[in-house]
């Protein structure tokens, strides 16, 4: 985005005849901003969907946890605990989306431009990418599933 601001900013301060000649180029670059926005969009609503369903499922379980703690589980084995499931959730549905990417391949071809459908890298590239945003979501809820007091959990239920 910052390249994109200072490209912006160098083209307002060229003459206009230049401006014909690199009408090309800043069409070029929005159409590249455009999908990335898009895509970070989708990344951020994901993670936030991912978010509330860790904390809805943790604030269920408070008395599970309560009972676990005070049983005598650490905080870090809870927070494990509570990490794990959220790769659970995360690498099921990175499996089911990759089936379905390398699925669809034919149908998207058209659409992709100097990259083949099934590139490894991109594939790989955007799992890293899902399975960091997805401990980002998670590790909130899973800090406060740590955080819970053995005998407020088993007072309030």
């Keep these: 985005m910052l390249?994109?601001?200072?490209?912006?900013?160098?083209?307002?301060?060229?003459?206009?005849?230049?401006l014909m000649m690199l009408n090309g180029v800043l069409l070029g670059l929005l159409s590249l901003t455009r999908p990335n926005g898009f895509a970070l969009l989708a990344l951020l609503l994901a993670s936030v969907g991912l978010f509330g369903v860790m904390s809805y499922n943790v604030a269920r379980r408070t008395r599970e946890i309560g009972i676990r703690m005070a049983l005598g589980a650490r905080r870090s084995m809870v927070l494990r605990r509570i990490l794990q499931e959220t790769v659970t959730v995360s690498v099921a549905g990175i499996l089911i989306g990759l089936a379905g990417a390398l699925a669809t391949t034919r149908l998207v071809a058209a659409f992709l431009f100097e990259l083949s459908p099934r590139d490894p890298s991109t594939l790989l590239a955007t799992a890293v990418v899902l399975m960091a945003t997805t401990m980002a979501a998670g590790w909130l809820p899973a800090r406060r599933a740590a955080a819970v007091d053995p005998m407020r959990a088993l007072r309030n239920e």
């Design 3 to 18: 390249a994109f601001c200072y490209t912006l900013y160098r083209l307002l301060r060229t003459p206009r005849w230049q």
